[in-house]
DNA sequence: TGGTTTTTGTGATTTTTTTCACAAAACACC
DNA sequence: GGTGTTTTGTGAAAAAAATCACAAAAACCA
């Protein structure tokens, strides 16, 4: 099967909108309404489905119900999926505190840091030293990790976690990493969504 | 001119790789180098360039000062940006205090929320009530905001900064937009990061 | 100075992604 | 049960993006 993150992507938008229609009461939908609701084709919508053998019904469109279980299973959204994020500053305690992953089971079961001040074993979420990353990391077998270390530490804290076992890294720091071809990056980087916004705003501007 | 959003970020990873190059001391640069460095094609490399008007010297590749001064100024990195944040919770503070922005001219000037206890007029960036949020856009003219409010906030004030005037949206909540023509939003979801890394993770250790 | 090498810039080609278009299935209504 | 309408699923077509490939310019060297 061949996906790429952008279909991953719209694939989400389509739960998105049809946990919408679902609350609105909603029963089923159609390829039509899925379109417009992401501001795509509707083949679009039906090639999306099909590549994951997700089919609907001749006339009768897809039943909600059934089709959300089908992209909740698709991602996993069934069963708790935990994380650990690495680098307790701004970035890292929005999101051991953002409220929202708890509803869509992502469970961060530990932080770390290397300023011995943010430690906390205490803690809902135990702040540990980073000493103990890769310990922890293969004693409780951690697939994923979140990466909100400044620039200058990301390359190394990333090529510690990937020794140890990591499989899929989100990575908040604004630098792009270096990665082998078994672990699974995602770059989220914060000042380029701005200057991205930034530069189509002036790219508007200037064609007015 | 025909940019992608593809194109944009690609140019935003040559900058940065520009920046290390630049800092270990080097003086030009091809675009092998480039495409090696962000994983594409010297073609692209060029390609994306040429978009820009940016060129180099036959054989002599390009020079990093020149080259990054181009690229500073496609990014507009030489004048101060101005921001507002709209919702202060965890990411909106997070955002509000991330010290990177500083560096890149990113300038956040101000912060509104709905709850009176986050008020702050007197703090370096002043938290107002939403209620002036309209008026000191307008006011200010203010081209960009930051949108980190509750999902279930997210349209409304949208719709209240883009009546404002508003051009260019960041959205860290975690719904898509509906967005009229005239504004640029750039969907920034969290979750959606976390869930991408976790579906590519599951479907590589599938096929092993 | 003339030949050799290197690297750009860009048309041509390939690959990927999106959209079109239509047969086949399902339902509704008479 | 037949006729008409709607919507899926998917090959075919179109559009967009990435890569190839090569002429032309520049640097180097002898």
């Known amino acids: 099967?061949?996906?790429t993150k952008n279909c991953i992507t719209r694939l989400y938008q389509y739960r998105e909108a049809l946990y919408r229609m679902k609350t609105s009461g909603c029963q089923k939908v159609f390829?039509?309404?899925l379109a417009e609701a992401i501001g795509a084709n509707?083949?679009?919508?039906?090639k999306d489905f099909s590549l994951f053998g997700i089919s609907g019904n001749k006339r009768g469109g897809y039943g909600i119900h059934?089709?959300?279980d089908q992209l909740d299973t698709l991602f996993n959204k069934n069963q708790m999926r935990k994380i650990i994020v690495v680098?307790?500053?701004n970035i890292g305690r929005a999101l051991m505190n953002y409220e929202s992953f708890a509803r869509e089971l992502i469970l961060i079961e530990a932080a770390f840091d290397i300023d011995p001040m943010k430690y906390d074993?205490?803690?809902l979420i135990p702040v540990l030293p980073m000493e103990e990353l890769q310990d922890y990391i293969t004693h409780n077998k951690i697939k994923m990790a979140i990466i909100a270390v400044p620039?200058?530490?990301a390359q190394q804290v990333f090529d510690l976690m990937s020794a140890a076992g990591i499989r899929g890294v989100v990575n908040f720091s604004p630098v792009s990493l270096k990665t082998p071809e078994d672990v699974f990056v995602n770059n989220v980087n914060v000042q380029l969504e701005i200057d991205i916004v930034h530069y189509f705003v002036n790219a508007l501007d200037k064609k007015e």
Chains 1, 2 share one sequence.
């Open 1 to 3: 099967m061949k996906t």
């Open 31 to 33: 390829s039509n309404d």
């Open 42 to 46: 509707s083949s679009q919508v039906r």
């Open 66 to 68: 059934e089709l959300m």
């Open 87 to 89: 680098g307790v500053g």
């Open 121 to 123: 074993r205490e803690a």
């Open 151 to 153: 620039y200058f530490a």
